[in-house]
């Protein structure tokens, strides 16, 4: 019953922490375009957050480069359990269109583990609504 | 004997359900709700939309969820005082509302004086703000905390002379009886106190750190500012006393110039009247709150302070004399 | 003027730098390439600032020709895209640096220096710039013999 | 009071991307700056070597998502330089379109975020509800919203239909209205203009010193315009004004921007009455000529420059790429430095550095930035402050 309650609230309020690990700005901008009015994450409860200790769900946009590996890391290490990350677009799903770029890691979950991946360059916003929306399914199933 | 048993028992369930704890923390949630619903109208918006009915248990499922997170305290920050400042905060803003009159006439709390109680204890929230932004040592923290006491300096004085404005209409620094005076009387808002209300209006905007005085936690500025530091437990405590506090501000403005819970009523139906008047009355002063925080931008710390200095505190000084005159 | 600025200007050039002029080309209108030695690169850059009054500098390109590092700042002014080139030896690649006349030079500069190993003489500072503190030293990845390598993965995805 | 810093990124919310200032503060006042730049290096350079030419189209593209069309032009034009060949009037017509669709997205994407950064959330709210208007029309002839992948080398590879045109005079109108109401809101709103009138001068001089480009560059009284100065495309048949505004301010940017999006209305107005007929495309052999060249555009957010240099293979030998941002960066700290006449707030950090649009991803197959003055104050390195920050109770 009590968790119960706590996985109710979890799938009801996911908190974003937006990271760009070195975009292209596409993909940033159709995640902001998904919080204005047209799309509205906040029905979902879904709000933006800057500091990650008050995030659950970190969305990162971008293929990872060298530079901004540490820094992904100490983000995702800063965030308090139970936490959640969603790779947007595909640079950050696999590196993309510079997979094999020198400076570029191959993905994101080689850096730090992925809940949920959604594809597109970018992807649309209606799209990124529908990858929160079935990473919230999955906390619920499991 | 037993009459005195049952007194007490009324008066802890007064004091923890109803109009007390219980009671506020539900109108606390609520009031977010509505507040983000109304704000998120403004901007074309639909709001919290798909927790419960039209999003209703959106701040109760982010209070849940906060709950039940990690809570990481930082080792640089001062340990007892981290984890006290939430407690403390919740503890302050919950004596508060019991000075409210929200069901009868006066607050679960009357004394002579307890206007001056309600008024500091907005004071120490501040105070513990500061504190828990300096404590947690984060750069961003610290600064919000700097900034919360500067901004202090700015709206404090000119809240006060608001209020005193009100305390010298009524002849009482009793809530009771400034609301006693205006069921005799014209309701406050009606005459000079009108421009105490409007300075009061916006000096709680401040107190409550919303736009266009959200400067010290700031957003695109210094993170979250002393929130920064803050997770799971804490944050949601400090959100509830932030939610506690708007409900008690906003009734602290419903007894000071909107007559309190006063209304027509019906006998026997006292209470549940007073708590729908009270209701009705602190929603107007939330969407005149909820209006003023989406229609501006934020202001810069130096232009808030010197914006009260110019104008709000020469405007409460002013608005003492007409207060003066027409008494 | 009657002839169109890339013409006056490369007519310009010629009349006051003549011999010291490699190469001289105005492939289509607004643009010319010249081309001078490393030795007179700051002398000209400097004629180009303070007598043409050329002042904008767009950016600057490395580029390895193999034995050789061609510079190339891109200036704009006059209503002509001008391209400045000068080479230097690959061994010892060293050219004056031109941010005292070009103050707009100094990112680009230490780009250069980052990504092709150009060292330039009299640049206020020539730290590491664009890529990754434990890069290691001496690698250079736009030459042509660094091969892309992608960085090894942290954890198994 | 002690000197003390406060570093802004590489995750901030003021910043959308990675990059990082560290700001020595005195009090609120900021004395010196000092970014970081780099997280975003991506290698794309390098990478333009070992791609075809029609592949590198995908990578251009890819540089920046704001102003994707304006790297594809500028490449699709540079490698047309190189082989000396006119493409079809209406080609450069549809170009011309797209890129100043392209402008007036990114000029009110960019109004929002500056109404985000000073905590005017609804502006931002409003102005983007708007943009998806814009949006619209991109999607309707390009197909995308965001990478449109219209240009090709010899072309463009849609053409325009009538559906699209007419949707594109319907949504200018909405427009224009729209632009209009933000630029009375702009030049009214109290609170909007106590956060930017006088906040983040650059002086014309310093303008022209620190080789600020584009929108940035024209507030600051100098009227610079590569559309104007080394016209590309159908711009120099196109009539439309360079604008400039002399306050040199953050306000004075946001007027040039919002001008800018009007006069791109217009200039859009403009290309659909005069579209020449014909096709859109030529085909152009699989290798160019060996030769380089140089090609600018003016994105919106300044002069885009690019080089390319060809050995007459399928694959450039070189290819450069300087995006406006890196222009500007000299110029934004200039602002960001409290001088003797103006002092600078940690409070105008977000807006300052907002004003010159920026576009870290792509500035960054570049650069880092250090004032070379050594602070003598007490201040914690780098690591130091990530150790900190790092530090956990429970580890």
Same mark, same amino acid.
């Given at each position: ?24 700005? #596409? ?74 770029? @020198? ?31 079935? $990473? ?7 | ?74 080792? #640089? ?39 001056? $109680? /309600? ?43 608001? +209020?005193?404005?009100? /305390? ?108 729908? @008047? ?36 020469? !405007? ?12 | ?6 013409? @006056? ?59 050789? +590092?061609?510079?190339?700042?891109? !200036? ?82 | ?12 919310? /003021? ?93 009110? !994407? ?153 006069? /791109? ?9 005069? $579209? ?30 690019? @080089? ?31 001088? #003797? ?9 977000? +807006? ?44």
């Amino acid at each position: 019953m009590k968790l119960g309650l706590v996985k109710w609230a979890r799938t009801k309020s996911p908190w974003l922490v937006h990271f760009n690990t070195g975009a292209c700005n #596409a993909c940033d901008i159709e995640v902001l375009a998904a919080l204005t009015p047209r799309y509205d994450l906040e029905r979902f409860g879904a709000i933006l957050r800057g500091s990650p200790r008050h995030g659950d769900v970190l969305v990162v946009t971008g293929p990872v480069t060298r530079q901004v590996k540490d820094r992904i890391v100490r983000i995702h290490e800063q965030m308090p359990e139970p936490k959640f990350v969603v790779a947007v677009g595909s640079c950050s799903s696999s590196g993309g269109v510079f997979r094999g770029c @020198y400076n570029v890691y191959p993905g994101l979950d080689s850096v730090v583990p992925v809940d949920a991946y959604i594809g597109g360059c970018p992807p649309k916003p209606e799209a990124i609504i529908n990858g929160v929306a079935a $990473l919230l399914a999955k906390i619920r199933g499991g | 004997m037993t009459e005195a048993v049952v007194e007490a028992i009324i008066q802890i369930a007064q004091i923890l359900l109803f109009p007390g704890f219980l009671f506020v923390i539900g109108l606390a949630f609520a009031y977010e709700w509505f507040d983000r619903k109304f704000y998120a109208k403004l901007q074309n918006r639909v709001g919290p939309l798909y927790t419960g009915p039209r999003g209703f248990l959106q701040p109760f499922a982010d209070f849940v969820k906060l709950m039940a997170k990690e809570d990481i305290v930082p080792l #640089a920050a001062d340990k007892l005082l981290f984890n006290l400042s939430p407690i403390v905060a919740f503890a302050l803003m919950l004596t508060a509302v019991l000075l409210l009159p929200i069901s009868t006439l006066t607050g679960i709390l009357s004394f002579p004086g307890d206007l001056i $109680l /309600a008024v500091a204890l907005m004071t120490f929230f501040c105070i513990i703000v500061f504190l828990s932004g300096m404590c947690s040592t984060n750069r961003f923290s610290t600064v919000g905390a700097e900034r919360a006491v500067f901004q202090l300096l700015g709206y404090e004085i000119p809240m006060m002379l608001a +209020i005193v404005g009100v /305390a010298l209409g009524a002849n009482s620094l009793r809530i009771g009886d400034i609301v006693g005076r205006q069921a005799e009387n014209l309701w406050f808002i009606f005459g000079p106190q009108a421009i105490g209300f409007a300075i009061y209006a916006v000096a709680v905007q401040a107190e409550l750190e919303r736009i266009p005085f959200d400067i010290p936690e700031a957003e695109q500025e210094i993170v979250a500012g002393w929130l920064t530091e803050f997770s799971g437990r804490k944050l949601a405590l400090f959100r509830l006393s932030r939610d506690i506090e708007l409900v008690f501000v906003a009734g602290l403005a419903a007894a000071l110039y909107l007559g309190g819970p006063l209304g027509p009523v019906l006998p026997g139906l006292e209470p549940l009247l007073y708590t729908i @008047y009270f209701i009705v009355k602190t929603i107007f002063v939330l969407i005149v709150l909820s209006t003023v925080r989406a229609l501006f931008a934020r202001l810069r710390i130096d232009q808030m302070v010197s914006f009260s200095w110019k104008y709000l505190i020469p !405007l409460s000084v002013l608005q003492l004399l007409l207060v003066r005159l027409v008494v | 003027m009657s002839a169109p600025p890339e013409k @006056y200007l490369a007519e310009e050039i010629k009349r006051v730098f003549g011999d010291r002029v490699l190469e001289l080309k105005t492939p289509r209108k607004r643009r010319l390439f010249v081309t001078v030695n490393p030795g007179d690169y700051k002398e000209f850059m400097k004629y180009l600032a303070e007598t043409m009054r050329i002042t904008h500098i767009s950016t600057m390109t490395g580029f390895d020709a193999g034995g050789k +590092i061609e510079v190339m700042p891109h !200036l704009f002014g006059l209503g002509v895209e001008l391209t400045v080139r000068t080479s230097v030896p690959k061994d010892k690649p060293e050219l004056d640096s031109v941010t005292d006349i070009y103050p707009g030079a100094v990112l680009y500069e230490r780009e250069v220096h980052d990504l092709l190993g150009v060292i330039f003489k009299g640049h206020p500072d020539l730290s590491r710039l664009v890529l990754p503190e434990e890069w290691p030293e001496g690698v250079y990845p736009l030459r042509k013999d660094y091969k892309a390598q992608q960085p090894e993965p942290v954890r198994k995805g | 009071m002690s000197k003390f810093e406060v570093p802004v990124g590489p995750q901030h919310p /003021a910043l959308k991307e990675p990059e990082s200032f560290t700001f020595v503060v005195d009090g609120e006042h900021i004395v010196e700056v000092r970014p970081r730049i780099g997280y975003n290096h991506r290698g794309i350079e390098k990478a333009a070597e070992s791609r075809t030419y029609i592949q590198n189209l995908y990578l251009m593209e890819r540089i920046c998502g704001i102003c994707s069309v304006a790297h594809t032009t500028c490449y699709a034009q540079n490698v047309e330089y190189l082989y000396e060949k006119e493409i079809p009037p209406r080609a450069e017509y549809i170009r011309v379109i797209i890129n100043e669709l392209n402008r007036i997205h990114s000029h009110l !994407l960019w109004l929002g975020i500056a109404g985000h950064e000073i905590g005017f959330d609804t502006l931002f709210m409003y102005v983007w509800r708007d943009r998806e208007h814009v949006m619209d029309v991109i999607e309707a002839i390009t197909g995308n919203r965001v990478n449109y992948a219209i240009n090709t080398i010899g072309g463009v590879r849609r053409d325009l239909t009538d559906e699209a045109i007419a949707k594109a005079r319907k949504v200018l109108d909405i427009l224009e209205e729209r632009t209009k109401y933000y630029r009375r809101v702009a030049a009214a709103e109290p609170s909007l203009i106590s956060r930017v009138k006088g906040i983040g001068i650059l002086k014309p001089s310093d303008a022209v010193r620190l080789c600020a480009v584009g929108p940035t560059l024209r507030a600051s009284a100098i009227k610079s315009d590569v559309r104007k100065d080394d016209p590309y495309s159908a711009y120099e048949e196109i009539p439309f004004n360079a604008l400039s505004y002399d306050m040199c301010d953050v306000f004075s940017r946001i007027l040039v921007r919002v001008d800018e999006t009007l006069e /791109a209305i217009n200039i859009i107005r403009y290309c659909l009455d005069h $579209l020449p007929n014909g096709p859109v495309r030529i085909k152009l052999p699989r290798n160019p000529p060996a030769g380089e060249a140089v090609s600018k555009v003016e994105a919106p957010r300044g002069e885009d420059i690019h @080089y390319v240099r060809s050995d007459g293979t399928e694959r450039p030998a070189r290819y450069k790429v300087r995006a406006p941002t890196l222009g500007n960066i000299p110029a934004v700290c200039d602002m960001l430095t409290s001088k #003797a006449d103006c002092t600078v707030n940690i409070a105008d950090i977000p +807006i300052v550095l907002a004003s010159i649009d920026p576009c870290f991803s792509c500035t960054d197959r570049a650069i880092k930035f250090v004032d070379p003055r050594k602070q003598k104050e007490w201040i914690w390195s780098h690591q130091q402050l990530e150790r900190y920050s790092r530090r956990k109770a429970n580890p």
